[in-house]
């Protein structure tokens, strides 16, 4: 309990030191969240390795009644990405922000409170207290989106945001609502049988997973994450897509905990929204020029991955398979940690390339590796784990996935496996073809803007954190055995059961570490021998006259993806801008394309000026005459009295 408070204060306070030191306030600020990560990671190792759980009753206030807070295996599970990735984001925000004097002390006062009100979110156990924890952390990442004020994309982004996470809230408030009749208290604890097959469990879970999806962004409720995520600073975006949607994925969790016997369609409904969220995440991500909008959709993808993995979970649960729930949950909480760190790794890397080159645009960058290895490489790690490929930590969590499907096939009259199947594999290969895109047009070939031809290599300072997290995915892909009593404590948590196969049983994770320590030692070979014939190639050869490529003849990130994207207009509606060649001598050309989200650019945006437009007229209503008003009061009043008398 010490270690856990001792966490949450660290980071509330770590902001202070940085209001009356301008110029080490970062410096402050980073040791302190630190050290708020070593006590975090200790207190969950207590639960996680020893089970060391414990829970505490938190005193009334005059405001309201008492809360309580329950740090168990989910909520010590949760905490390791809140506390390792502000304290990564703070180690880097000390040069990536240091040149930002205007907004800096703000920014490292509300990354401090944002982590602990994510914190104290993980072991709320009642109703009120997860309330604050909530609103506390929807209200400190909106000043967080909008650090750039003065910028109007900030801006909008920010109160769109706002805007949203205010919705899912209200949709919370009616959930509890309903479901405070059933447990009889505000309380987090297990439902009666029979009530999620009644119309009030229903509509209880519907709201849930309205609340919760806005919070995680599946689609197509994604509609804030994009512009939120490329508009922030960027570790406050890893923050964001590393932790901060992971809450909706928590609540979730909490939800499966209190109910025993889970009606078989809500496995059904989240392996549909995981299916949706996760290929129409990659391919929207495909279409995106600006490289910090593609990895905020890939955020969707993965929140699509995880609702599959609590799909197929919850599909054995209501069917009484223990070990498809194991799979199943265990490779959705796995997921859980592992895209919060190579997701934060991706982010710290692209907002090293943008803080070198000055753009997101994909289009102006180019050459990248040359300038930035080990930005690069970063880069370069974390698509390779994003895209589930072995010896490194996505290939681990998706593994368990695709074993809990392949469980889940002989089920009889359930469709839900083969689609969780097929969709995981399409993610996969768009997934691929993304990042090969991404890392392709921004980090090799030529430069294709003046800042890319003259960015260097990020400061140590921000390379750290860099290095710290593909070692942390690295060491999951490696030795994925020493993950499994931590993952069969959480799945134990989540279902309320110890009985359950454990998850070595289940698969065997000594021959994925022996095949991942191979798939490293040749890539450690292969590189050494390009090293050494890298010589070789210095021999100048008879290039037929061709002296040498410019940038205009590289692919550029349109032409990359063209192909896939048109093969999927039906889904996407993409914006081609070309002039046909029609004639024996062409004239000059281009060729562009951008995707519209299809919720806030297609349905969103046109929905809001019309209804704009149609509000507009009832501005007579609002005429600015005090006696009109009271009119409006009184007439209120009488039909409100007419009511109660009927």
Not at 80 to 89: E, N, R, T, Y
Not at 531 to 559: H, I, K, L, N
Request: net charge positive; charged share 10%; with cysteine.
């Amino acid at each position: 309990m010490i270690l856990y408070w001792t966490a949450l204060g660290l980071s509330a306070l770590s902001g202070i030191p940085g209001l009356f030191l301008p110029r080490k306030g970062g410096v402050a600020s980073a040791v302190l969240l630190c050290l708020a990560a070593v006590a975090g990671l200790a207190a969950s190792a207590r639960v996680l390795c020893f089970g060391l759980a414990w829970s505490q009753a938190l005193p009334a206030t005059p405001l309201g009644p008492a809360g309580s807070l329950a740090f168990d295996a989910v909520a010590a599970f949760f905490l390791i990405p809140v506390v390792a990735l502000s304290a990564c984001g703070a180690l880097y925000g000390v040069r990536y922000w240091e040149d930002h004097h205007e907004n800096a002390r703000r920014l490292r006062l509300l990354l401090g409170i944002l982590a602990a009100f994510t914190g104290l979110l993980t072991a709320a156990s009642h109703m009120v207290t997860f309330l604050v924890a909530w609103e506390g952390m929807a209200i400190a990442a909106f000043f967080l989106v909008t650090t750039e004020d003065r910028e109007p994309e900030a801006r909008q982004a920010g109160w769109l945001y706002l805007v949203t996470t205010h919705l899912g809230t209200l949709c919370l408030f009616g959930a509890f609502a309903l479901t405070v009749p059933a447990t009889g208290g505000l309380g987090f604890g297990a439902l009666p049988g029979g009530f999620v097959a009644s119309g009030r469990g229903t509509a209880a879970f519907v709201l849930y997973l309205v609340s919760f999806g806005l919070k995680a962004g599946a689609l197509p409720l994604h509609y804030w994450l994009p512009p939120a995520h490329a508009a922030a600073p960027s570790h406050v975006s890893s923050y964001l897509s590393g932790v901060l949607i992971k809450t909706g994925i928590l609540g979730m969790v909490r939800l499966l905990s209190w109910v025993p016997d889970p009606p078989l369609w809500w496995g059904g409904a989240w392996v549909a929204l995981g299916a949706l969220s996760g290929i129409l995440g990659v391919a929207l991500a495909l279409g995106q020029h600006d490289l910090k909008r593609l990895l905020a959709y890939h955020s969707i993808e993965n929140i699509g991955i995880i609702l599959l993995g609590l799909g197929l979970g919850t599909l054995g649960k209501s069917t009484g398979h223990p070990a498809i729930m194991v799979l199943g949950y265990a490779g959705a909480m796995l997921h859980v940690l592992n895209h919060g760190l190579f997701k934060g790794l991706l982010f710290l890397a692209a907002g090293s390339a943008v803080h070198a080159t000055g753009t997101r645009n994909l289009e102006r960058m180019g050459g990248l590796a040359h300038r930035m290895p080990w930005t690069s490489g970063g880069f370069l790690a974390g698509a390779w784990a994003i895209c589930g490929l072995p010896p490194l930590n996505g290939f681990v969590s998706e593994l368990f996935i695709y074993l809990a499907a392949f469980h889940a096939l002989p089920l009889s009259r359930s469709p839900w496996p083969a689609v969780s199947l097929a969709s995981l594999a399409l993610i996969g290969a768009l997934a691929l073809a993304c990042f090969a895109k991404a890392y392709g047009i921004a980090f090799l070939g030529m430069p294709r803007s003046p800042g890319a031809d003259q960015a260097r290599e990020a400061p140590r300072a921000m390379l750290a954190p860099m290095g710290i997290l593909a070692l942390a995915c690295l060491a999951i892909g490696l030795a994925p055995a020493l993950a499994a009593p931590a993952l069969d404590r959480v799945v134990a948590g989540m279902t309320g059961s110890q009985a359950l196969p454990r998850l070595g049983t289940l698969v065997n994770l000594p021959a994925l570490s022996i095949l991942a320590a191979l798939l490293l030692a040749l890539g450690a070979l292969l590189w050494r021998w390009a090293g050494r014939s890298r010589s070789e190639r210095d021999v100048p050869t008879w290039d037929c006259g061709f002296e040498g490529g410019t940038p205009r003849m590289q692919y550029t990130a349109s032409s990359f993806a063209d192909g896939l994207v048109t093969g999927m207009h039906w889904a996407l509606w993409p914006k081609v801008h070309w002039r046909r060649l029609t004639t024996l001598f062409p004239f000059p050309t281009r060729f562009a394309s951008h995707l519209p989200d299809p919720v806030l650019d297609r349905a969103g945006i046109p929905l809001a000026g019309l209804a704009s437009r149609w509000l507009e007229r009832l501005r007579f209503f609002q005429g600015g005459h005090l006696p009109v008003y009271l009119l409006y009061v009184m007439l209120t009043l009488i039909l409100l009295l007419l009511w109660t008398a009927a």
